[in-house]
């Protein structure tokens, strides 16, 4: 364990994405504690410059905005993790059950699998959201079905290999049955593989939901959202540059942070987190 | 009587051509060394579509995209000037046949030619009005509709209307070749100084000078480019700074600051400009249905802040929940102002002492400024107890979104939605607020029937100051039964460069002339 | 072979088949249907049940949702998508234009950037663990974490209006010829291109390094082969035949930066008219759109697949 933190220590890459993942979780869960103002209130006159009133001014509405910037990350990024989560822990199983139980219902998991990958993210998620709302379950549900897939063939690939293992064919001569071999004997041994998975999807998810803000088919307004803001100081992309270059910042480098991170672990760890970006 | 009011149309028709040349005149002191140059193609973006069809069937249509080019493509029977007194455009004269002012009678200008090269008379009038009045809200007073001579037409009204000229100026009302209900209107052919060389639906139309237009010497200008960039303000303000426009019309207050100090552009401002109803449905099962949620909403609302956020402060004013805009003389503020203690006090006299939750408010980007305006409406309601999700929808199929079923027989179902108001002379302001239009919410009540027999009466009373009277007591019942509620309006502001010459912007959208634009 | 190939295009049919139905169950059958999805709940709750089960009837949607299905299968392949709620236009027009300048759009896109990600990928793996492959890999990372949106709004910025090169927004009409819209689309292509080449980089740089450290490389060195005809003529197709699918995969994430771009430069194409579709709730515009993107990426992927069934002689089982 020692020698793998020192292998990590030895990335600079990974180090600086750590540290930049680490420091906007902290703000992130600190926001309420540290905001200097109520983010939602109308408090001063609209785009006021920075100063010692407001940080970074106030924002087109006349909120201020260094304290919607510091929300800013709260929303998309507890989606993007739950989104992640879901479909690491959901892909995963399914993955690993398609291995499993070959036959049909690897069948129709394979064919499921190519089928969404072949509709393209945003139009996935339009479509639910035609169907079922804007809502932010409905986004976290969208997204975690859509990065799902990936994880899906990682984990069957992976669960093939494993059916092969003695400790999996001794399980199964054992009498023990698909559920339990699944969960006591495969998922233990995918887990440092699902962790890379869950990491990669979030951040893929995280693109995505800042991506569908700033296109309106996302979180909404009075939400504060880092795609939100950007979408909304493109009006005053001259006179207050700041309105877009902040949260643009914030995601660029929470996102580049994550991908840095999973990199440079996945590399220390032997896993080949390169392969796995097709979930982008 | 009628003499009288024959002059005051008269003297209309004069102040208009005295306009004209009092305009060309001032132009003339403040260019002296540049005259009008012809030729050249104004390219410019607009950001504010009023649409009612909102396909690609036919992108020719006046019904389509109404606004600007309803003055390059076509001529009305008659023109709203900036400072909103009508004039004549395509008639010459107009005048009521009777005291009530039910049957008018119009004299058409002769000569004047349809892109196509027909002459224009008084059977396309007819034609065109068989079909506004089926199609156009404005025009739906307007019973029967007969051809006198080659060029005389006569209107017959539901009631008398002493503001009958302004009807015909309204932007739908263009006068198209004579044509069946179905089919009349698709080709796009007008009188306009521009006739259509391409379209491309909710995108773009190119329009080219049509030699033949009956203003003599007009236009300067030998092609013009609509870029429509709806909602996209920042699109289209980059366009205008890499040079791909020559000008952006309704921009928003915002816009103005950015631009205002930069010597490469103009800035033309429309006083008044715009404001917003807000339709309350009242279908069975409606929260608006009792009037004091209503009050209570009206009480709620922060409409300084909706002025200061929206339209920058001083570019904006409190609206009085009537269609008037505070620039028209007959503008009676709503007394009161703000209060939330009332409006709670309201909501729990109603039945919700907690607050209470609003359907969803819908509204559509028809001017830039409409998202930040009901963001801060829908914040500031919250300090009365009052949660109104917002939503926005495209303007593309708004006006269809918004009013839904408009048939009173089949339960009117229509959302609670905001749309945009124009400036427009008293008369026409007024009358949007009758049951029947479902920016009323489809009102009803003795109330509403007080409100419209007020309107019938200022109708045909002739005498200015009267009129101005049965106005504010009109206005007074709306401050009492808040049918609709108006928050607020603001001016509006076109950005041209400053090679374009002679492009006054208009209160009126549809209202503004290119005829007279030329470019340096 | 030819079974192999018969295999896969029958795959990819059925593959579009499932999609459709696919499509038309998330957004018809589950939410309830067409006209479910285009009225608000505020209206479903207020608009009492016969006027609700006449406008129904109305649209044809009073029948069994397994007829409707058949239906809506039968239309799909006549490239019938059925009319838009609210002005009743084919939504076939309404995407046929755009859908050929989106394509267009991903087209010059991929021109651009699949022989500079080759060329990166190349050197990067080339030079394995160095100084060029630690920037490639780390550019490529910047690449593909920076959203479409913030490239674009920069680009928008340094290029159109700090330093006016390239339009800000693009003024060319839907039906205008190819070549007008794409003298337009500098910064939009540049914009998308970026995220490609980060991605098509990365993925052909991870199939050369196993390529280049295979045995038969090392046997070609050996007996001397010149190191440039190694790389180039071997090494090479080794290494971007595995890639292909990853690539052809790629073609769905292209989608979803070329929405982004479309809207910030007002380019005519698909992403516009989805984002207008999904505002107004017009299911049938938004099935077409998903569908007819579906084709165009699993006909990609068919390729893809044949390719490397020409290309690599162990596939042609």
């Known amino acids: 364990m020692r020698g793998f933190a020192r292998s990590i220590l030895r990335r600079r890459l990974a180090v600086l994405g750590l540290a930049l993942v680490a420091a906007h979780l902290a703000i992130a869960l600190a926001a309420p504690l540290i905001v ?47 989104a992640g989560f879901l479909a690491a822990f959901g892909g995963g199983l399914v993955g690993l059950a398609a291995a499993y139980y070959r036959g049909l219902f690897d069948d129709v998991v394979s064919r499921l699998v190519e089928m969404k990958l072949a509709i393209p993210a945003i139009l996935f998620v339009s479509l639910f959201v035609t169907g079922f709302g804007q809502t932010l379950p409905v986004l976290v549900f969208v997204m975690a079905v859509i990065k799902m897939m990936g994880v899906i063939r990682t984990a069957r690939a992976q669960g093939l290999v494993l059916m092969e293992q003695g400790y999996v064919k001794a399980a199964i001569l054992r009498g023990e049955r698909g559920p339990v071999v699944i969960l006591r004997e495969m998922l233990p041994n995918v887990a440092d593989l699902l962790s890379v998975e869950f990491a990669l999807r979030s951040s893929s998810a995280m693109l995505l939901v800042s991506a569908l803000s700033f296109l309106g088919l996302g979180l909404s307004p009075p939400t504060p959202d880092w795609g939100l803001m950007i979408h909304d100081g493109l009006q005053s992309i001259r006179s207050e540059p700041w309105l877009i270059l902040a949260p643009a910042l914030c995601i660029s480098t929470l996102v580049v942070g994550m991908n840095f991170a999973i990199e440079g672990v996945a590399d220390a760890a032997g896993l080949e987190a390169a392969r796995g970006t097709a979930g982008h | 009587m009628k003499a009288m009011h024959r002059r005051s149309l008269l003297k209309a028709g004069l102040a208009g051509t005295a306009f004209l040349a009092a305009l060309d005149r001032s132009l003339g002191l403040a260019q002296a060394q540049a005259a009008p140059k012809r030729g050249g193609t104004l390219s410019y973006a607009q950001l504010s579509a009023n649409r009612r069809s909102a396909d690609a069937r036919n992108a020719r249509h006046p019904y389509f995209v109404v606004d600007a080019n309803t003055r390059l493509q076509w001529n009305c029977l008659t023109w709203v000037n900036e400072k909103l007194d009508v004039e004549m455009e395509l008639a010459t004269k107009i005048e009521p046949t009777d005291d009530r002012l039910v049957v008018w009678d119009v004299a058409l200008r002769e000569g004047v030619r349809f892109h196509d090269g027909r002459e224009m008379t008084s059977a396309d009038v007819a034609s065109s009005f068989e079909y506004h009045r089926r199609n156009a809200p404005f025009a739906r007073q307007i019973q029967r509709i007969e051809t006198v001579g080659k060029y005389v037409a ?241 303007n593309d199929g708004y006006i269809q979104f918004r009013t839904g079923d408009n048939d009173l027989s089949k339960g009117n179902f229509h959302k609670f939605a905001m749309t945009a108001v124009g400036s427009r002379n008293p008369g026409i302001s007024l009358f949007r607020m009758r049951g029947a239009n479902v920016e009323s919410g489809h009102w009803r009540g003795p109330e509403h029937d007080r409100y419209m027999a007020l309107y019938e009466t200022a109708m045909v009373t002739r005498d200015a100051g009267r009129r101005k009277a049965i106005y504010a007591e009109m206005q007074a019942i709306l401050h009492e039964e808040v049918p609709a509620i108006l928050p607020a309006g603001g001016d509006t502001f076109l950005v041209k460069r400053k090679s374009v010459r002679n492009m006054p912007y208009h209160p009126q959208i549809w209202s503004i002339r290119f005829d007279h634009v030329w470019k340096a | 072979m030819i079974v192999a190939v018969a295999r896969r295009i029958a795959l990819s049919l059925l593959t579009l088949v499932l999609l459709a139905i696919f499509v038309f169950v998330a957004t018809e059958i589950m939410p309830g249907d067409a006209l479910d999805v285009t009225l608000s709940a505020d209206e479903l709750a207020m608009i009492p049940p016969e006027r609700l089960a006449q406008m129904k009837r109305e649209l044809g949607l009073d029948r069994p949702a397994a007829e409707r299905l058949v239906a809506f299968l039968a239309g799909t392949v006549q490239l019938d998508f059925g009319l838009t709620i609210i002005s009743r236009t084919p939504a076939a027009d309404i995407i046929a234009y755009p859908l050929r300048n989106s394509v267009l759009l991903a087209g010059a896109v991929l021109a651009a950037a699949i022989p500079l990600a080759l060329a990166l990928g190349v050197a990067a793996a080339y030079r394995y663990r160095r100084a060029l492959d630690n920037a490639v890999s780390a550019g490529a990372i910047i690449g593909y974490s920076v959203p479409e949106f913030v490239i674009a709004t920069v680009l928008v910025i340094l290029f159109a209006v700090l330093w006016p090169l390239f339009p800000a927004t693009i003024t060319a009409a839907t039906r205008d010829p190819a070549h007008v819209l794409l003298a337009a689309a500098p910064l939009p292509v540049a914009t998308v291109l970026i995220g490609s080449i980060a991605y098509l980089a990365r993925i052909l740089r991870v199939g050369m ?107 042609r089982r």
Request: a negative charge; proline letters at 7%; glycine letters at 8%.
């Open chain 2, 154 to 394: 006569r209107f017959t009204l539901e009631t008398g209307n002493a503001e009958f000229a302004y009807i015909l100026a309204e932007y739908n009302s263009v006068i198209m070749p004579a044509g069946s209900l179905e089919t009349i209107g698709m080709d796009g052919i007008g009188t306009g100084p521009f006739k259509i060389v391409a379209t491309d639906a909710n995108r773009s139309m190119i329009m080219e000078r049509f030699d033949g237009y009956w203003r003599e010497g007009a236009p300067y200008l030998d092609r013009v480019e609509i870029h429509n960039r709806e909602g996209q303000q920042e699109s289209a303000l980059n366009g205008l700074r890499a040079g791909q426009f020559d000008a952006v019309l309704t921009i928003d207050p915002r816009a103005v600051q950015q631009l205002q100090s930069d010597p490469a552009y103009d800035i033309e401002t429309a006083r008044g400009g715009y404001s917003f109803v807000i339709q309350l449905p009242k279908h069975p099962g409606s929260p608006f249905l009792d009037k004091r949620v209503r009050q209570a909403l009206a009480c709620a609302i922060d409409r300084e802040a909706i002025v200061r956020v929206a339209y920058g402060g001083k570019h904006g004013w409190i609206g009085n929940d009537s269609h008037l805009m505070v620039t028209d003389a007959a503008f009676v503020p709503r007394p009161g102002g703000r209060d939330v203690a009332k409006a709670k006090r309201l909501l729990a006299e109603a039945g919700f002492p907690n607050g209470i939750t609003l359907p969803t408010l819908y509204f559509s980007p028809q001017l830039p400024e409409v998202p930040r305006y009901f963001q801060v409406l829908q914040q500031s309601v919250k300090d009365a107890g009052i949660t109104v999700p917002i939503e926005e929808r495209p």
């Open chain 1, 36 to 82: 200097p103002h109520d983010p939602f209130k109308l408090l001063d006159a609209p785009l006021e410059p920075p100063g010692a009133a407001y940080l970074l001014g106030t924002d087109e509405l006349g909120r201020d905005f260094f304290s919607r910037l510091i929300m800013g990350g709260r929303v998309a990024i507890a989606a993007a993790l739950a």
């Open chain 3, 209 to 315: 390094i196993e390529a280049l450290a295979s045995d038969f490389v090392e046997r070609l060195r050996l007996t001397g082969v010149p190191e440039w005809r190694v790389l180039l003529l071997h090494a090479l197709p080794a290494g971007v035949i595995p890639s292909l699918t990853a690539m052809a995969l790629y073609a769905a994430s292209l989608v979803s930066g070329i929405v982004v771009v479309e809207l910030v430069f007002a380019y005519p194409g698909l992403g516009q008219e989805l984002v207008r579709a999904v505002t107004r709730r017009e299911v049938h515009v938004i099935q077409a759109i998903a569908l007819s993107s579906a084709v165009v990426v699993v006909g990609l992927n068919l390729v893809a697949d044949l390719a490397i069934l020409l290309l690599d002689p162990r596939t």
